[in-house]
């Protein structure tokens, strides 16, 4: 795989995190199912950050997160995504380009802000999610750089593209630039409500489109609808070449060639805030994957990822993952 | 003291921190003395933006931070500054308000826009600062709410505040006010540049009409012109009620009626960003003064705040200090 200009392109939704602490009884009185993202519109939104406490914004969006982390592990990225021409929008170019991750689409010039994600971290450091997509509405084919796409070993897609009206489109021409060019995608579900959104376009693509699958436990099961874990993973197996489940403190499960590699959890310190963490194990892991590491190497790298990145509030990583990695002997 | 209705209000440059990562080159090759505060105009703030690595923002500004610190405590607060009326001065009323503060000066409608601090924090976890004023500079005596002052235990100003052109008539329009209602004055002088910047004006106010001040060996020693600790001390006695200079890592020294009390800091697991440290140390320290505490609890309040602060990125509380402040029995 190792000839492609890059190691990843990923194609999300741009999004900037305004991340703040709340109690059970905020997200109890807001609706909110804790742990899982909800969709807003921007009068929500407006009244949402009115009714939180204080908070700071840091880039975010599940595949921009990936992406940062790749590029932290000196990996070669691109990203596909829609801001729009403000503020915020400025703000998500600035930090994916300063790490050194390629991102050439156009802002929108009209219509809806940049999309933000009212983020509420609880004490126990799980994070519940307000997402309104705002500009991320105007993704389309248009948008997507065939160039890009046939220059990177994987095409990276997150499952929550599918809530905007046109990505789902711009999605299937993404997979099928990839495949004619030799390369491989991947996919990441997000949110047992959002694979239940879509769950029969997310059951097809997976069948025909997907090589490398990234899930936790209700995701997984959610798509095959089933409680239980293995028959989700027994099924899933025909579908991909390679599919990391992850399961939170007891670590991950990679499916891969009739064989399933069981992968520890990296150790934190202590919980702050678990905004990130799928984003990032799905960093280390396809970092390890594009340059050839066997996958229990790959899912050790992407365990290190996430135990940084839910080490502190935000999820972007604070450190170079490089020299992580390096120290615990990984790359 | 206790018949005012708030215990602190305090007046100074509103800011939004972007606070991202550099090394010690870096900070060379831009021409920043390490640790100390640059202004620094629009363009150059662009410039220095688009060099800078990924970042994240969060309300910042010192007195933002120290009386963020205060309702964190669950003491009560005001807040006098100014900020445009754009998406970072939504993000820093929104911020200051969300954890009790008055804050009710009107925003700019037109002019610069809201002011941005660059934040370079190296890899030991000292920071420098590069500062566009921006609306702060709109500043001036007619924003001074003289109800708000004439109710609050201590009027607190910012030695910042001499930068920005108008601000210093503010500053004393509003100690005016609070000697006027019976209430005390404190200042806190900032950066060793800026007490050069502006020697003559802070001596004849530290001498004239501050009770209370707060500044750190490099500042106290700038404004006495002398390199000796104990001279600089000695000097400032004459002048104020109670003096509190900071110390680093050894602490503090509180000197009042003729005393000179050792003040401890409080332990700290590792340093990741100094960013605020001084201003949440004024903070336990004001809120101890305007709860008759003793001066050595004031002085611990503030270490145990200052030591929260510096544990994480960002210079507003990340949890309730009143609970840290509970649990080590101090209030």
Redesign the interface.
Known sequence: MNSAALDVVGIGNAIVDVI??ADERFLAGEGFAKGAMTLIDAARAEAL??K????????GGSVGNTM?GIASLGGAGGYIGKVRD???GE?FR???T??GVRFETPAAIAGPGTARCLVLVTPDGQRTMGTYLGACAELGPEDIDAALVGAAQVTYLEGYLFDPPRAQAAFRAAAAIAHGAGRQVALSLFDPFCVGRHRAAFRELVAGEVDILFANEAEICSLYETSDFTEAAAAVRGHVAVAALTRSAEGSVVLADGAAHRVAAAPVERV?DTTGAGDLYAAGFLYGLTHDLALPTCGAIGSLCAAEIIS???A?P?VALRELAARAGLI
Chains 1, 2 share one sequence.
Do not use: F, K, N, W
């Open positions: 703040g602490h950050y009115r939180m406490g204080p908070a700071i914004e840091s880039s940062a403000d503020l915020l703000v600035h930090d994916i300063a790490i702050v502190h509030v935000g972007r604070e």
